[in-house]
């Protein structure tokens, strides 16, 4: 129909889109309402309903579009109508709405497409498919991105119903059918629904090649795929190769200027702090939020260094002024959360996490915290419970299996406890903090070879990762006294003397070097580095009994504590020792429960999320708080 008026019309449209760009909406309703009445034309009542959405009035945009018969006519029109009703929360109708079905034929071919993530471009797809064809129309295009739209609705409406499966298949199937689609991806990423082998073979069956830039010179046509690539590859799991990650950033920052993006800032940081490199990524989160403290996505970490560097009070002052400016987001309540965790108010501190959680059911760090409340005051079966919701809600992340089998490590069930770290280890199987947790388990069981395995690989990973070596000193530790049980003298006081060299001066280093002295019937050497003990722990009751017997050796010229010839005398002392040392340290945990102690441990980082500590447990993209052993019996393992 030819209108009558196309200069009156046109007017009207530029009048309306002029006052949404103004986000002047009770004047744009005005003037699209007019301007429907006259053309009664399908494209103009879309636009006032996008208007309406815009305005919040999601019930009128999608009684409008009903009354006008458009939220079956095609894509863009049933995109708006379900998004009104995911809006006003009712899931189940957008999900009547949208329908289950995945409209799989418009899935990327990329059956024939290897790549790697160093060659996101290699195949762009059959040469002759639709959604590579230089010739579809815009109408296409657009109808294509408004199903990848419904898709991620669809993940949406199954994530409020906690069907977590499923709403990791429609995100990943509105990629599929639009890799730019950030919307899924972020939901993907942030809320840990996949690991990250997972992560990796699925960028790699995106097809980054169907990205196109208007205007496109032949030669440059591959460039918007690599940028969208690279964008992608810095949000993607720190555990997973790490060379592909700097790659990306040296890219970004070099060839497109984003050297001072929050975003590729964040990113950075979170790497830094999965390395234990706390001061370097509180020095990046503190100059993100000194261009905008408004920037929400970058306090779980911020918060989570403070912590870590014991900044009590700059957390006070970021808890105070958030609670003032910003109470309705849950950043706030889990900074409440941690400063109260940090000055060991754990009751105050648990109340503050869940009231975080409830106001995002999805937020990672405040479940986590919520449940080491219950770890810190040895509380194990309520702390089980709490990480196993967070292993419900966040499947893709190991750490939460991590957390139960600690628990389970604490409560003396080995068996749980080497199950629970089975299935995180399947989840991720470069994590050094993962790698030292199954070696103490295995310690435990008396299984040395195997716990000597898991230590060196942590420790080598942890050195391929760049970590801090201070951070890995209880894992070193262990090492150690796994060989010293195995008898392998030599190279546990090489272990000891790393330890010491990077910093670890503790008493039981020295008595663990002089029980070695003792048993290579050196009770001279025993001697010196008792004395050492003594100086830094002078009440230290094993130190002085180990002296004592030194001292009786090196006078008589006999080995009376530990015979060297492999008679039953050496193995009774030894097992002796073993459970002294295992009856103190069940008396220390039996304090834990009774008291919760901050000073008996340190956190590490996530997320998520993450790294560790000397004696830490946490995670990515949050905080966490170490379950203390005790120190009691200073040559025990080291849940460090």
């Known amino acids: 129909m030819v209108s009558s008026q196309p200069n009156m019309e046109k007017f009207l449209r530029d009048w309306r889109q002029d006052a949404l760009n103004k986000a002047q909406y009770d004047s744009a309703i005005f003037v699209g309402d007019k301007l429907l009445a006259m053309t009664n034309d399908d494209t103009d009542a879309f636009w006032l309903a996008q208007v309406h959405f815009a305005a919040g009035n999601y019930t009128r945009a999608n009684a409008l579009l009903a009354k006008q018969n458009l939220i079956d006519s095609n894509p863009s029109c049933r995109y708006l109508a379900a998004h009104c009703l995911v809006k006003q929360g009712l899931f189940a109708d957008a999900l009547v709405l949208l329908g289950e079905r995945t409209p799989t034929h418009l899935f990327t071919s ?27 129309t815009d109408e296409e295009v657009s109808n294509r991105k408004y199903e990848a739209s419904m898709c991620y609705l669809r993940g949406l409406c199954y994530a ?77 799991s720190k555990y997973r190769n790490p060379r592909a990650f700097n790659t990306a950033i040296e ?9 001072r993006n929050a975003d590729i800032l964040l990113a950075q940081a979170d790497l830094l702090y999965t390395q234990c490199r706390f001061k370097d990524a509180l020095a990046i989160t503190d100059s ?37 400016s910003h109470p309705d987001e849950p950043c706030t309540w889990l900074a409440i959360g941690i400063y109260y965790l940090a000055t060991g108010k754990i009751a105050d501190a648990r109340r503050y996490f869940s009231k975080a959680s409830m106001m995002d059911a999805n937020f990672g760090p405040a479940w986590i915290g919520f449940a080491h409340t219950f770890a810190a005051e040895g509380e194990h079966d309520q702390a089980v419970t709490a990480y196993s919701t967070a292993a419900r809600l966040f499947t893709g992340t190991h750490l939460p299996q ?55 690989s942590a420790l080598r990973i942890a050195d391929e990762m760049e970590s801090d070596p201070h951070a890995w000193l209880g894992a070193r530790t262990n090492l150690g006294h796994a060989y010293r049980r195995l008898r392998l003298h030599d190279e546990a006081l090489e272990e000891f003397d790393q330890v010491l ?7 039981a280093v020295f008595c663990a070097k002089g029980l070695i002295y003792l048993d290579k019937g050196l009770p001279d050497e025993a001697v010196k580095v008792l004395h050492e003990a003594l100086a830094i722990h002078p009440q230290d009751p094993i130190a002085t009994e180990l002296l004592n017997k030194a001292l009786e050796e090196s006078a008589t010229g006999e080995l009376g504590l530990l015979p060297v010839n492999g008679d039953d005398g050496l193995d009774e002392e030894f097992d002796r020792f073993e459970a002294e040392l295992e009856e103190r ?50 040559m025990e393992i080291s849940d460090e």
Do not use: W
Not at 116 to 122: F, I, K, T
Not at 296 to 324: G, M, Q, R, S, T
Not at 402 to 417: D, E, K, R, S
């Open 501 to 507: 060299r990077d910093g670890g001066k503790d008493a």
């Open 160 to 236: 409020k119903q906690n069907a977590f499966d499923r709403a990791k298949e429609a995100y990943k199937d509105a990629l599929r059918i639009d890799v730019q689609c950030y919307e899924a991806f972020s939901q993907l990423v942030k809320n840990s629904l996949m690991s990250p082998d997972e992560e990796d073979q699925f960028m790699m069956s995106l097809d980054f090649g169907s990205i196109r830039a208007v205007g496109d010179d032949p030669e440059m046509e591959d460039e918007p795929g690599d940028y969208v690539h690279m964008l992608y590859q810095t949000q993607l």
């Open 288 to 324: 993100i939020l000194e261009d905008d403290k408004h920037n929400f996505a970058v306090y779980p970490i911020h918060l989570a260094c403070l912590y870590e560097l014991k900044k009590n009070n700059v957390l006070f002052l970021i808890a105070h002024e958030l609670a003032d």
């Open 585 to 634: 340290k069940a008396t220390a945990k039996m304090k834990l429960r009774t008291r919760a102690s901050r000073d008996k441990g340190k956190s590490v980082v996530g997320g998520g999320g993450s790294g560790l500590g000397p004696t830490g447990k946490r995670i990515k993209g949050g905080f966490v708080m170490e379950e203390g052993e005790g120190r009691e019996s200073l």
């Open 402 to 456: 991590v957390f139960l089998g600690m628990q389970n490590h604490a409560m003396n069930n080995m068996t749980a406890a080497e199950e629970f770290l089975k299935t995180a280890y399947s989840l991720c199987k470069t994590d050094p903090l993962l790698l030292n947790e199954m070696g103490i388990v295995l310690y435990h069981q008396d299984r040395l070879k195997d716990a000597a395995k898991m230590f060196t």
């Open 110 to 136: 990329n059956v024939k497409r290897k790549t790697g993530r160093g060659n996101p471009r290699a195949g762009h797809g059959r040469p002759g498919s639709k959604e590579h064809s230089e010739d579809a």
């Open 251 to 259: 890219s970004l920052t070099t060839h497109y200027g984003l050297e």
